[in-house]
Every structure is written in structure tokens, then in C-alpha cells.
């Protein structure tokens, strides 16, 4: 089947994108560098796959692609779901000031606000319960009153399934064994939040909505097609314009070069 779309990358970019052209039926190919982790493959102990080698990716291709310059550290998740693996979960929309300057006109928050709202709707946002406030909380809470700034701090917005049910003095809180499941409206079986303080290196409850959990699954169930362990290494167009595209492509698991070709190529890449 040759797609009518090629998107390179599965992380926040790629997932919106492969999600909604599968909705709008074209045929969708997602060719994703990372693996497809399940909770069981997380890394977790010394020797584990934790990093991702861009020079050696067939032997290296773990969790985080951590790259390492003079001033600065980049971190980026790889696997299916991309830096939503990875990611603190915060999901706060811009305030109006901030496009205030440097943006392309009609870039703006009201522009935007629609939007926002519609990735709300899948990443699913909750503010941490009030039952469930936890002492670093209680901590920031009281430094800010502290500084006279008490009136600025409030909680953030972020992508997890809290549970309104359990308490944080609850003896059994961190039990992971106890956290409740659900199935989501994609078909994905998720666990509720038991504060286990794993988001960044893979909720094993499923507690934390990352996008193979919603865009990715949409995109799926849309009929598109994920490829995990499938590294880009250059796209070229055929003919004059990009309308016809191809994209050269290494198959980590088999260690096989192969091309995709198709109509368009979306191409994400990560910038975190
Ligand atoms: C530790 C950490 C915490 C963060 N916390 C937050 C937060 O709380 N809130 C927030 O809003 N943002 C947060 N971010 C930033 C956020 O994760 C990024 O802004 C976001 O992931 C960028 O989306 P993207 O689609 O551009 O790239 P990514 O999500 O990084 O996706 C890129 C995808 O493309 C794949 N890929 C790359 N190159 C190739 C290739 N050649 N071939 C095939 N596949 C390829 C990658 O494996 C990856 O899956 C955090 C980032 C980090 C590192």
C-alpha cells in the first residue's frame, strides 16, 4: 500500500498529525525511529535501555536521546509517543502576553484558544486533587507565601488520570497494585494516579496520558499504520514540487535500509 502520507516522528507533532489526516481518511504511514515501550520494557535499573545512540542506533536505541553540547544538554524521547514519554506532563496554554512579539500575524491566543482546547479534550488535563496534596506541594505552597508571592502559585494543569477517590494520607497509597483501571475512549486500558513519581521514565500504571494512549491510538483505530525502530535519514521530493515525496528509511530491528514513497511527508522532528 503506498500511503498517501508518510509522518516521521510520533511524538506531540506527529501523533496530532497522523491522527487527524487517518480521521479524514487518508492512508497514514507513521515511521517512528523509537520503539513501541510497554510498561514492562521500562527502564528501570543499571544496564537497562535507557539511551538512544544516534551513532549506533541498531544496537542503542533506548528511552531518552540525550545529546550533549558545550552549553547546553538536549533531551528527547524516542519511541512511539515521543517526548510525551518523557515529558512532566504540564500542559498549560500560552498567556495572550506571551505573542506579544516575534510571532507571524494572525499567531495569537485567541487564535489559538480553540485549539488548545481540542488538545485538552484528548491530553485530558487535571489539577492534583485536594485530597491528594503532597508535602513538596505543601513545601512550594509555603515558600511562595513566604517570598509574597503566594498569590501567583497555583497548580498546574497536567496530563495524568488522578484518582478523586483515594487520599495521600491513605497508608496504601503507592501501591501500584491498587490503582484503578479504566478503559479509555480509544480503546486503552489506563490505571489511575498512585503517586509513584515514575512519569518521566514510563508510568507503569498508565496513570500518565501519553499520546500512544490518545492521538496515536485515534490514529490507529483511523486505520493508520505505526512503525517503530524505523529511522528517517533524509526525505527528497520527486519532480519539482514536495507533492511527491520520498522518504529513505533504516529498519533498526532487521538492519535494512528502505524507502517510503507517497503524496506528502510531514516531517516532525524533536525540538525539546
Ligand atoms: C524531560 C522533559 C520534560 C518536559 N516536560 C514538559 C512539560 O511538562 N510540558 C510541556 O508542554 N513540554 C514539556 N517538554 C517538552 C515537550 O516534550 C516537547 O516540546 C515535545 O515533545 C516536542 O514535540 P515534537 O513533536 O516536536 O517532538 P517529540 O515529541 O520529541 O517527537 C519527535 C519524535 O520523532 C522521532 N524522530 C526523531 N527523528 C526521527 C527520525 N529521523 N526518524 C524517525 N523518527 C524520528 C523521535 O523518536 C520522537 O518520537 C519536556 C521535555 C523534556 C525532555
Known sequence: MTPDFVVIGSGFGGAVAACRLAQKGRKVLVLERGRRWLPEDFPRHWGDA????????????????????????????????GGSLI????????????????????????????????????????????TQLTRRFKLM??????????????????????????????????????????????????????????????????????????????AENAGATIQPLSLVSHISHEGSTWRSCCAAARNLERCRAFRERSAMVGVRTATS
Open 50 to 81: 535507557w539511551l538512544w545512540s544516534h551513532e549506533r542506533p541498531e544496537q542503542c536505541h533506548g528511552w531518552i536521546d540525550a545529546r550533549v553540547f558545550r552549553r547546553m544538554t538536549v533531551l528527547a524521547g524516542a519511541g512511539v509517543g
Open 141 to 218: 505552597r509555603e515558600a511562595a507565601t513566604a517570598i509574597n508571592e503566594g498569590a501567583r502559585f497555583k497548580k498546574a494543569p497536567v496530563a495524568i488520570t488522578f484518582d478523586p477517590e483515594r487520599s495521600y494520607s491513605a497508608p496504601d497509597k503507592f501501591d501500584q497494585k491498587k490503582a484503578t483501571k479504566f478503559t479509555n475512549e480509544h480503546g486503552k486500558v489506563q490505571g489511575k494516579c498512585r503517586h509513584l513519581g515514575l512519569c518521566d521514565i514510563g508510568c507503569p500504571i498508565g496513570a500518565k496520558n501519553t499520546l500512544d494512549f490518545n492521538y496515536l491510538a485515534a
Open 87 to 130: 515529558y512532566a506532563n504540564a500542559s498549560i496554554d500560552a498567556e495572550p502576553e506571551a505573542f506579544a512579539e516575534g510571532w507571524p500575524p494572525g499567531m495569537n491566543h485567541e487564535e489559538l484558544k480553540p485549539y488548545y482546547e481540542r488538545a485538552a479534550e484528548m491530553l485530558k488535563p487535571e489539577l492534583l486533587p485536594d
